[in-house]
């Protein structure tokens, strides 16, 4: 059940609020040849809201394999002592591979959680450890 949502919703880059309430804040993602490919500010509903989906999702961000750089900053909000996620990632291919971000995820030293797959269930296993 959780593929077929998460097929439709996913795109590239996709934020995933787990928290009570609504996130905000800014994401800049650079590619492997140092330009900014998403470079935004961002409103996720919280999981409480009616039936409004809790991921922000962007499509179109990979421009070629390799190292990848994400830096993201929440507006009002710590979780854990920490406001911001600055990580490297590695995608092997610009057609399979997505990134959720976890924004409140259930891993305490890992409060907001970046994850590489190539589906909503690949995302899930590595989450599930928590």
Same mark, same amino acid.
């Given at each position: 059940?959780?593929?077929?949502?998460?097929?439709?919703?996913?795109?590239?880059?996709?934020?995933?609020?787990?928290?009570?309430?609504?996130?905000?804040?800014?994401?800049?993602?650079?590619?492997p040849? =140092?330009?900014?490919? /998403?470079?935004?500010?961002?409103?996720v509903? $919280? @999981? *409480?809201? &009616?039936?409004?989906?809790?991921?922000?999702?962007?499509?179109?961000?990979?421009?070629?394999?390799?190292?990848?750089?994400?830096?993201?900053?929440?507006?009002?909000?710590?979780?854990? =002592?920490?406001?911001? /996620?600055?990580?490297?990632f590695?995608?092997? $291919? @610009? *057609?399979? &591979?997505?990134?959720?971000?976890?924004?409140?995820?259930?891993?305490?030293?890992?409060?907001?959680?970046l994850?590489?797959?190539?589906?909503?269930?690949?995302?899930?296993?590595?989450?599930?450890?928590g």
């Open positions: 059940m959780l593929d077929a949502i998460g097929n439709q919703v996913f795109e590239e880059v996709n934020l995933l609020n787990q928290m009570n309430q609504e996130v905000s804040g800014s994401i800049e993602v650079v590619d040849e =140092g330009e900014t490919v /998403l470079d935004t500010s961002f409103n509903p $919280s @999981t *409480e809201s &009616d039936g409004e989906s809790n991921i922000v999702a962007y499509a179109d961000v990979w421009t070629t394999t390799g190292e990848y750089q994400v830096d993201l900053e929440l507006a009002d909000t710590v979780i854990s =002592g920490t406001s911001r /996620l600055n990580q490297q590695s995608i092997t $291919s @610009t *057609e399979e &591979d997505i990134v959720a971000i976890s924004i409140g995820s259930s891993d305490e030293s890992e409060p907001i959680a994850r590489v797959g190539e589906s909503f269930s690949d995302l899930g296993q590595t989450n599930a450890t």
